[in-house]
């Protein structure tokens, strides 16, 4: 049973940066997809970001692509989001999730993931 838990997030304005903390615990962190979800009070949960752990491959969101950057530490079975040139819509509550993947090509982010963390706030003031 994996565990995820978050950190990093807070309160910023636009046009700053944040950086999100991932840690993976109780579950083999190589071959699992990562991803990093977020979902604003009323809207529906929006995946930005995922990262394959065996390979580092990562994919983005239109919405955050140039902006954000997923990363991993495999020694430290973390996972980062570094957010920069934050706007006001990126307010939100990040979630970090995992599924076991087995391969890059089903590493996506428009399929259910087994696991969560508990969610981190952001938010961007104009």
């Known amino acids: 049973q994996a565990q995820l838990v978050e950190s990093g997030g807070g309160s910023v304005q636009a046009g700053g940066s944040l950086s999100l903390s991932c840690v993976v615990s109780g579950y083999s962190y190589s071959g699992l997809c990562m991803g990093w979800f977020r979902q604003a009070p009323g809207k529906e949960r929006e995946g930005v970001a995922r990262?394959?752990?065996?390979?580092?491959?990562?994919y983005y969101a239109d919405s955050v692509k140039g902006r954000f950057t997923i990363s991993q530490d495999n020694a430290k079975n973390t996972v980062y989001l570094q957010m920069n040139h934050l706007k006001p819509e990126d307010t939100a509550m990040y979630y970090c999730?995992?599924?076991?993947?087995?391969?890059?090509?089903?590493?996506?982010?428009?399929?259910?993931?087994?696991?969560w963390g508990q969610g981190t706030q952001v938010t961007v003031s104009s």
């Open positions: 999730a995992a599924k076991w993947s087995g391969r890059s090509g089903f590493c996506v982010l428009d399929q259910p993931y087994g696991y």
């Open positions: 990262i394959y752990t065996s390979d580092a491959s990562t």
